[in-house]
């Protein structure tokens, strides 16, 4: 049972190069987030999608784009990378009934 | 403005010592509170939950405890091992599920 499975792990892309990240997971969970963390930071909410065929925007969703391609995935988009999106990026999934929230084990991004 | 803050944001101890992680919260209204460990590199994995009407719960060596009065919650941890080594992060959800306010984390240092 993979749980939530994000790809790459880790990515440097030159500024103003796009690139996508994948998100899959395996719980038949409804809900779906991306968040970034940066250093001395919590955790922030880029995008989420409370169930297949939505999504809303979070805290911080400038410079996104999501996708819920369908129930187990959820791909997050950057159109013009910039070095202010240095960050680690998170998927997670929710099972709403329960509280449970299951992350992903990161994608670390590197913009120059 | 909804924020939930932890302290200390470091703490080193020795194996075998207990310790206790503290968090305050401002998030109005109030539906749940969480415990994650994060270790490095990877995504947080949730400890605790707990809802307005509890006032502790424990998983393990890890026992939480949640003042919704004066909004306090803090996490014991017992019999400390080197392996708890990590980021306790204390997340607290308001009106909706979808969206989770972030504490931005202590940083846990056992020692041999």
């Known amino acids: 049972n993979a749980g939530v499975t994000q790809t790459p792990k880790f990515q440097v892309l030159k500024t103003g190069q796009s690139m996508t990240l994948q998100c899959a997971q395996d719980m038949n969970h409804n809900s779906m987030y991306w968040y970034r963390q940066d250093p001395g930071m919590g955790l922030r909410l880029i995008y989420y999608?409370?169930?297949?065929?939505?999504?809303d925007k979070g805290e911080v969703p400038n410079g996104y784009n999501v996708s819920r391609l369908n129930k187990r995935e959820f791909s997050l988009r950057l159109e013009s990378a910039a070095p202010s999106q240095t960050s680690v990026y998170f998927c997670?999934?929710?099972?709403?009934?329960?509280?449970?929230?299951?992350f992903g084990s990161g994608t670390r991004l590197t913009v120059v | 403005k909804n924020q939930v803050e932890q302290s200390p944001q470091s703490l080193i101890i020795l194996e075998g010592k207990n310790c206790t992680l503290q968090c305050n919260y401002t998030v109005s209204p109030f539906s749940n509170l969480r415990w994650y460990k994060q270790d490095t590199g990877r995504g947080p994995v949730s400890l605790t939950i707990m809802t307005f009407s509890e006032n502790t719960k424990s998983n393990g060596r890890y026992t939480a405890t949640l003042d919704a009065d004066t909004k306090q919650s803090s996490l014991h941890i017992t019999a400390s091992q080197l392996s708890d080594s990590a980021s306790y992060i204390c997340v607290v959800s308001g009106d909706s599920s979808y969206k989770l306010i972030f504490g931005s984390g202590t940083r846990l240092l056992v020692r041999p």
């Open positions: 999608s409370a169930s297949e065929g939505t999504t």
């Open positions: 997670a999934s929710s099972d709403i009934v329960n509280y449970g929230y299951t």
